[in-house]
């Protein structure tokens, strides 16, 4: 399976397959009419205490991505709803409303949901 990110405010492609929200809050300017998504995943994000003291601050990206990766390993069930909503689907899409396309928690996401599921 192939595991891609795009910002929701990009336009959605016909390549980006399942198309799944990751953000625990909605995208800012955008109505649920707006944003083509097939699941809202909200609890696969990062805790409400994380995503405040990260603020998007590049300084504390490595910190950032250690303590994200601790709260993804702790909540298998957020995990467990993004496979079976990725069963069968060539490709899923992280959609997320991040300015930086680098530095957010989507990367993060991405890169640990490509490892191989144990």
Not at 50 to 69: A, D, G, I, M
Not at 87 to 111: P, Q
Request: proline share 7%.
């Amino acid at each position: 399976m192939n595991i891609a990110s795009k910002r929701a405010y990009e336009t959605a492609g016909k390549n980006d397959g399942c198309r799944i929200l990751v953000d625990r809050l909605w995208p800012r300017g955008l109505s649920k009419g707006e944003l083509p998504i097939d699941l809202w995943l909200p609890e696969i994000a990062p805790s409400t205490p994380l995503r405040k003291w990260f603020n998007h601050e590049s300084e504390k990206w490595p910190e950032f991505k250690t303590r994200y990766l601790e709260e993804l390993r702790a909540n298998p069930q957020a995990v467990q709803r993004f496979k079976e909503a990725a069963r069968g689907h060539e490709t899923v899409t992280l959609v997320y409303g991040a300015k930086d396309k680098e530095h957010n928690h989507a990367v993060v996401l991405r890169d640990f949901l490509r490892q191989p599921f144990q």
